[in-house]
């Protein structure tokens, strides 16, 4: 789905057939420079409705697949563990009685 969608904004950039753009395609090849890929960054995050945050460099399609794949997961995760951490009342043992205070149990969760 993620190669789909960004060999689709490289293809409507460079005014490419979609079939042409390959995981293994450099984007100095392609003509996209840092700029260009902070703009299909925005262009992206607009498409799928999340925002992700490029603090890496990638080289190829496929680089810039897997990191964004990579920043999903991890935001679903973080979404995971803020779910937990909202029903924390309602599952055993971690309701704040067990001796941990409710705000270190925040920070180990990364909510505090």
């Known amino acids: ?28 090849e392609l003509g996209i420079d840092s700029l260009d890929t902070v703009e299909m960054m925005m262009n992206l995050e607009e498409r799928l409705g999340r ?18 794949e990579e920043k999903l997961a991890e935001n679903n995760w973080n979404a995971v563990l803020k779910n937990l951490w909202l029903a924390r009342d309602k599952i055993p043992g ?19």
């Open 1 to 28: 789905m993620v190669f789909e969608i960004i060999a689709e904004i490289i293809a409507e950039r460079n005014d490419c057939d979609v079939s042409e753009i390959k995981h293994e395609s450099k984007f100095s």
């Open 51 to 68: 925002e992700i945050e490029l603090d890496r460099k990638v080289e190829t399609v496929g680089e810039f697949v897997a990191y964004v």
């Open 94 to 112: 971690f309701s704040g009685r067990d001796g941990m205070g409710r705000r270190r149990q925040a920070r180990r969760c990364g909510f505090g």
